[in-house]
């Protein structure tokens, strides 16, 4: 968290630099410099009253950054609609929805997913993504952590970094379609998290998996 915030507080240097027409100097404009400037401290701020306070500080640096929070009497409610609209988009895709408490689950099999021992997503699958961009994009002020998992057939450092570079590519994909980086989050997990008994292929299908948890930005 702290390299993505020394980025973001460069790129937001770099965003408001302009070049002077006269000399042709490299210089920080007023209006995107202040804008560029606000957003990188905002967020280093939110980092560390985060730290200071013993909240989340990656959600506290999403918040001093300008992505809205929730407050807690409308959370619910948030998650209703955003579950709701993801229900119909994905109606009919093979990628499961479940809800537990405040969070919401989507389980995107590997066999739809990616194709045997690969990393890239199918393309046949670009729809099905674009679907969940779209509704991310819509309620923006949720955190989107994006897991891979494999089974447990063949070595484990492989599979880890094969689940690495699969939610890798989920999480590169919805960026694509403008969900806004600072709000995901990916880790790979290899064989770790097994939803079921990799003693039957059945099984197995089930464990080789992404999973993309929305949760909400709270306020407090």
């Known amino acids: 968290m702290k390299k993505l915030l020394l980025v973001l507080a460069a790129g937001s240097l770099l965003a408001g630099c302009t070049t002077d ?6 210089k920080l404009s007023n209006t995107a410099g202040g804008l ?3 957003a990188g401290a905002g967020a280093l701020g939110g980092y560390l009253v985060g730290r200071a306070t013993g909240t989340d500080p990656g959600r506290a640096a999403l918040i001093g950054a300008g992505i809205g929070a929730i407050g807690g009497g409308g959370i619910g409610a948030y998650m209703d609609r955003q579950e709701a609209d993801l229900r119909a988009q994905l109606q009919g895709t093979g990628v499961s929805v479940t809800r537990n408490g405040d969070q919401i689950i989507l389980n995107m099999p590997s066999n739809i997913t990616f194709d045997t021992n690969q990393d890239q997503v199918r393309s046949q699958f670009y729809p099905t993504l674009q679907s969940v961009a ?4 819509k309620y923006d002020q949720s955190i ?3 897991a891979g998992n494999t089974d447990n057939v063949g070595n484990q450092s492989y599979n880890f970094a094969l689940s690495q570079r699969r939610a890798g590519s989920v999480a590169q994909f919805l960026q694509s379609q403008g969900v806004n980086p600072r709000r995901l989050n990916v880790q790979g997990y290899g064989m770790s ?3 079921a008994s990799n003693q039957t292929e059945a ?9 993309i948890s929305i949760s909400p930005l709270r306020a407090g």
């Not at 027409?21 to 490299?26: C, L």
């Not at 779209?134 to 994009?137: E, R, S």
């Open 36 to 38: 560029g400037i606000g």
């Open 21 to 26: 027409p006269y000399t042709g100097e490299q």
């Open 134 to 137: 779209i509704v991310l994009n």
């Open 193 to 195: 998290r097994p939803v």
């Open 203 to 211: 099984g197995r299908a089930q464990n080789r998996r992404v999973e």
């Open 144 to 146: 989107v952590d994006v």
